[in-house]
């Protein structure tokens, strides 16, 4: 079973730029789909940025043209890069990789708080 572990979060600035990491330890290859989630206080979890194993991506609306998912299998690492960040995007990031012999496993979360 694949394990996740998130870094990269932080404290920016409106407009600033941040890259999250995703380390997933296990069988790598097996990830039908990794992605990136979050949760801001008072709201549901929502989906920003998933990567398929073929490398197809798809974006959340209002991250598109802003945020960039990629991955790389020799590390074993899933990104976010994030630009132009604004305040709304504040909130607890989540690392998801799917797999369909074990489902959906979530990563521990990390902060990313963007100031205004």
């Known amino acids: 079973q694949v394990q996740l572990v998130e870094s990269g979060g932080g404290l920016v600035q409106t407009g600033g730029s941040l890259r999250l990491s995703c380390v997933a330890s296990g069988n790598f290859e097996s990830i039908n789909y990794a992605g990136w989630y979050r949760q801001a206080p008072g709201k549901q979890r929502e989906m920003v940025a998933l990567i398929s194993n073929v490398r197809s991506t798809y974006y959340a609306d209002s991250v598109e043209g802003r945020f960039t998912i990629s991955k790389d299998n020799a590390k074993n690492t899933v990104y976010l890069q994030m630009n132009d960040l604004k305040p709304e995007d504040t909130a607890v990031y989540y690392c998801?990789?799917?797999?369909?012999?074990?489902?959906?496993?979530w990563g521990q979360g990390t902060q990313v708080t963007v100031s205004s």
């Open positions: 998801s990789a799917f797999t369909q012999a074990h489902g959906t496993t």
